[in-house]
């Protein structure tokens, strides 16, 4: 199976798009990975988030890490823009 290449960037607004659906999702305002294994597909993160509770933020984080182990599957992610 040929896997599309993806951009941290890009997998961030992926994640903005999806986490609107979970619950407290709607809470989470920004996403930025940081320091990044591209050869791995994984990346620790940072949010922001709008009147979170530690609980909620707690969630958020849990589901972004699920979504980005499915997304780890289906896209090669790379720090570089690859044309």
């Not at 509770?53 to 289906?74: C, W």
Request: aromatic share 12%; charged share 30%; hydrophobic share 40%.
């Amino acid at each position: 199976m040929h896997r599309e290449w993806k951009t941290w960037p890009q997998i961030a607004t992926m994640v903005l798009d999806q986490i609107k659906s979970f619950p407290c999702g709607e809470r989470l305002i920004w996403i930025e990975f940081k320091d990044f294994d591209d050869e791995n597909g994984i990346a620790s993160f940072v949010i922001e988030t709008d009147g979170a509770s530690d609980f909620e933020n707690t969630m958020i984080a849990d589901y972004i890490a699920i979504i980005l182990k499915k997304m780890r599957h289906k896209y090669k992610i790379s720090s570089l823009t690859v044309n």
